[in-house]
């Protein structure tokens, strides 16, 4: 659905986006990830067509971004939220998504139906008469995002959605892309949240103007640490030490206190084993855990990693 | 470019100003106060002077001020454009409305299509209310006092239906160009305001002039504006694109 190669944008001497290249198939939810100045804004503007690109090539789904024909196009089949909700608010809610509604070009009934629809699952229809001025930040938000879903977009691009939301506004919002997840939409979510891209996302992609990684959340965890299995003990001997380091499947042993790190590729297939292992050799095991790297972990690594290139 | 696209969001900013009290008070209050004052004060400066003087001098007095307070209607649809399009244009910067704009399937010329229009309408439509009240006045006036209706002349007709029409034009065009430079409405206010100095002094000079006939005059200064129009318009548009106030706009 939204497939870029070696997409590159400069503003003057400064490159904010290089060599981007990245498919996100269609009804998948692809989160960005990256510091401040990494280029996900400038990436979702370039696809949105709202700047140009300086080299490369960027499509949504037979569209091309570079072409003026296509702009037009694209524009009608993509929701941006913006970092800045940018709602009217001397203007009702109702009359806000309405304005949309009329520049997507959604026939009038189809349109009333859209709104009523999308206020009522937002929860603030009996509020659609209210100047957006009078709402919080939160409802703002919703609201916003309605307005980016009034034309039912095939895709939907959102820019920071929980950004300066309290806890509990964050939670309807995410909540509310966990239900557009459901509908199959394919949703590409700039993000700084480590926790609402892994709780949101099908795939990952961590930006500092090149792309680092791509991956599931889980691929991501795994790909820089090997999980690790935590055996507790009533108490670490050499022998349980020995047959552990023996054990084929450990990749590396470390005693902590009456505990064993070990590391291992695939812990579900080998524990079960490896505590029988742990027994024979005279071992009282306690019991079991795994250590898993997070994402914030891998996230920390690979743009410190990005930094001192 | 599509009308109805334009009109789209000449209509939303229409519903904007509504609801903006400065902007409703300074469209009703400004052609309001000069559709009483200005034939006020022509009516009181010919009750002063008309001791001593024939019906005809009265009446050619008359005429020389009605044309030289015409010219005034001129700069109040310049200045409002001041006050509107600066809300227009710095507003959606300020109310950081823009990127979600510019990202619907609407081409460039059509927004500045309808955000001009949603400013020239209410400007016009105001400046041409505060006419036909200076219009009533005055000839309520002439023909009491000379038996005679003075409005409307054919330099009011062509200051009214040309100059006025094009000055605001000149002005909402302007602050297109301003409003891509300033954060501020204040300041794109009293930048915008700047633009009505060389027109005030083409007007005082056109109506005091007496090098050619006003009505040839009045002609062509709207040449001049028109001409003037066409070459800001080309720059606001140039200005009024959606990668130049994404990366550029201050």
Same mark, same amino acid.
């Given at each position: 659905?939204?497939?870029?190669?070696?997409?590159?944008?400069?503003?003057?001497?400064?490159?904010?986006?290089?060599?981007?290249?990245?498919?996100?198939?269609?009804?998948?939810?692809?989160?960005? $990830?990256?510091?401040?100045?990494?280029?996900?804004?400038?990436?979702?503007?370039?696809?949105?067509?709202?700047?140009?690109?300086?080299?490369?090539?960027?499509?949504?789904?037979?569209?091309?971004?570079? =072409?003026?024909?296509?702009?037009?196009?694209?524009?009608?089949?993509?929701?941006?939220?913006?970092?800045?909700?940018?709602?009217?608010?001397?203007? +009702?809610?109702?009359?806000?998504?309405?304005?949309?509604?009329?520049?997507?070009?959604?026939?009038?009934?189809?349109?009333?139906? /859209?709104?009523?629809?999308?206020?009522?699952?937002?929860?603030?229809?009996?509020?659609?008469?209210? /100047?957006?001025?009078?709402?919080?930040?939160?409802?703002?938000? #919703?609201?916003?995002?309605?307005?980016?879903?009034?034309?039912?977009?095939?895709?939907?691009?959102?820019?920071?959605?929980?950004?300066? $939301?309290?806890?509990?506004?964050?939670?309807?919002?995410?909540?509310?892309?966990?239900? $557009? #997840? #459901?509908?199959?939409?394919?949703?590409?979510?700039?993000?700084?949240?480590?926790?609402?891209?892994?709780?949101?996302?099908? =795939?990952?992609?961590?930006?500092?103007?090149?792309?680092?990684?791509?991956?599931?959340?889980?691929?991501?965890?795994?790909?820089?640490?090997?999980?690790?299995?935590?055996?507790?003990?009533?108490?670490?001997?050499?022998?349980?030490?020995?047959?552990?380091?023996?054990?084929?499947?450990?990749? +590396?042993?470390?005693?902590?206190? /009456?505990?064993? @790190?070990?590391?291992?590729?695939?812990?579900?297939?080998? /524990?079960?084993?490896?505590?029988?292992?742990? @027994?024979?050799?005279?071992?009282?095991?306690?019991?079991?855990?795994?250590?898993?790297?997070?994402?914030?972990?891998?996230? $920390?690594?690979?743009?410190?990693?990005?930094?001192?290139? | 470019?599509?009308?109805?696209?334009?009109?789209?969001?000449?209509?939303?900013?229409?519903?904007?100003?509504?609801?903006?009290?400065?902007?409703?008070?300074?469209?009703?209050?400004?052609?309001?106060?000069?559709?009483?004052?200005?034939?006020?004060?022509?009516?009181?400066?010919?009750?002063?002077?008309?001791?001593?003087?024939?019906?005809?001098?009265?009446?050619?007095?008359?005429?020389?001020?009605?044309?030289?307070?015409?010219?005034?209607?001129?700069?109040?649809?310049?200045?409002?454009?001041?006050?509107?399009?600066?809300?227009?244009?710095?507003?959606?910067?300020?109310?950081?409305?823009?990127?979600?704009?510019?990202?619907?399937?609407?081409?460039?010329?059509?927004?500045?299509?309808?955000?001009?229009?949603?400013?020239?309408?209410?400007?016009?439509?105001?400046?041409?209310?505060?006419?036909?009240?200076?219009?009533?006045?005055?000839?309520?006036?002439?023909?009491?006092?000379?038996?005679?209706?003075?409005?409307?002349?054919?330099?009011?007709?062509?200051?009214?239906?040309?100059?006025?029409?094009?000055?605001?034009?000149?002005?909402?065009?302007?602050?297109?160009?301003?409003?891509?430079?300033?954060?501020?409405?204040?300041?794109?206010?009293?930048?915008?305001?700047?633009?009505?100095?060389?027109?005030?002094?083409?007007?005082?000079?056109?109506?005091?002039?007496?090098?050619?006939?006003?009505?040839?005059?009045?002609?062509?200064?709207?040449?001049?504006?028109?001409?003037?129009?066409?070459?800001?318009?080309?720059?606001?548009?140039?200005?009024?694109?959606?990668?130049?106030?994404?990366?550029?706009?201050?």
């Amino acid at each position: 659905m939204i497939e870029t190669e070696n997409l590159t944008r400069k503003f003057g001497g400064l490159t904010a986006v290089e060599n981007l290249t990245l498919r996100v198939e269609e009804g998948e939810v692809f989160g960005f $990830l990256g510091p401040n100045a990494a280029g996900k804004t400038t990436t979702v503007r370039m696809l949105c067509c709202l700047i140009s690109k300086t080299s490369g090539e960027a499509r949504i789904g037979d569209y091309h971004v570079d =072409r003026e024909a296509d702009c037009l196009a694209i524009r009608k089949m993509v929701g941006f939220l913006p970092e800045n909700v940018g709602l009217y608010e001397n203007l +009702s809610a109702y009359r806000n998504l309405d304005f949309y509604g009329k520049l997507y070009e959604v026939p009038d009934e189809k349109r009333r139906e /859209n709104i009523e629809r999308l206020l009522k699952l937002l929860g603030i229809w009996d509020r659609r008469n209210d /100047n957006v001025g009078d709402f919080s930040k939160g409802t703002k938000q #919703k609201i916003a995002i309605a307005r980016a879903l009034i034309h039912e977009p095939k895709v939907l691009f959102l820019d920071e959605p929980t950004a300066n $939301l309290d806890p509990e506004a964050s939670k309807t919002v995410r909540d509310f892309v966990l239900e $557009l #997840k #459901k509908e199959k939409h394919t949703i590409f979510l700039n993000t700084h949240n480590l926790d609402e891209a892994e709780k949101l996302c099908d =795939r990952i992609g961590i930006l500092k103007t090149r792309l680092i990684a791509v991956g599931a959340p889980t691929e991501l965890e795994r790909s820089l640490y090997n999980r690790k299995t935590i055996v507790h003990l009533q108490a670490v001997t050499a022998q349980v030490t020995e047959a552990v380091k023996q054990f084929n499947a450990v990749k +590396s042993v470390r005693e902590v206190d /009456n505990k064993l @790190v070990l590391d291992m590729d695939h812990p579900e297939r080998d /524990n079960p084993e490896l505590v029988r292992t742990i @027994v024979a050799a005279g071992g009282d095991i306690q019991y079991v855990t795994e250590l898993k790297s997070t994402l914030e972990d891998v996230y $920390l690594k690979l743009i410190r990693e990005a930094k001192t290139q | 470019m599509r009308f109805a696209k334009s009109w789209i969001v000449a209509t939303k900013d229409l519903s904007v100003f509504k609801k903006n009290r400065y902007i409703l008070y300074s469209l009703i209050g400004l052609p309001l106060l000069m559709g009483i004052l200005i034939p006020g004060i022509l009516i009181f400066s010919l009750q002063a002077e008309s001791a001593g003087l024939t019906q005809a001098q009265l009446t050619e007095t008359a005429n020389m001020l009605i044309n030289l307070f015409t010219a005034y209607f001129v700069i109040i649809a310049a200045v409002l454009p001041t006050i509107i399009a600066s809300y227009s244009f710095v507003g959606e910067k300020l109310e950081k409305s823009l990127e979600p704009l510019l990202a619907t399937p609407t081409t460039d010329s059509e927004l500045l299509f309808g955000k001009s229009l949603a400013a020239f309408i209410p400007c016009v439509g105001a400046t041409y209310i505060g006419t036909a009240i200076f219009v009533v006045i005055v000839d309520v006036w002439s023909f009491t006092e000379l038996g005679v209706l003075l409005m409307p002349n054919p330099y009011w007709a062509i200051i009214i239906g040309a100059v006025t029409p094009l000055a605001c034009v000149l002005s909402v065009e302007a602050n297109v160009i301003i409003s891509s430079r300033v954060n501020d409405i204040r300041a794109a206010q009293q930048i915008g305001g700047l633009v009505i100095l060389p027109l005030l002094l083409v007007m005082i000079l056109a109506s005091t002039s007496q090098i050619f006939p006003l009505v040839t005059l009045a002609l062509i200064v709207s040449g001049a504006l028109a001409v003037a129009d066409l070459a800001l318009f080309y720059l606001a548009k140039a200005t009024f694109k959606r990668e130049e106030i994404l990366t550029k706009w201050k």
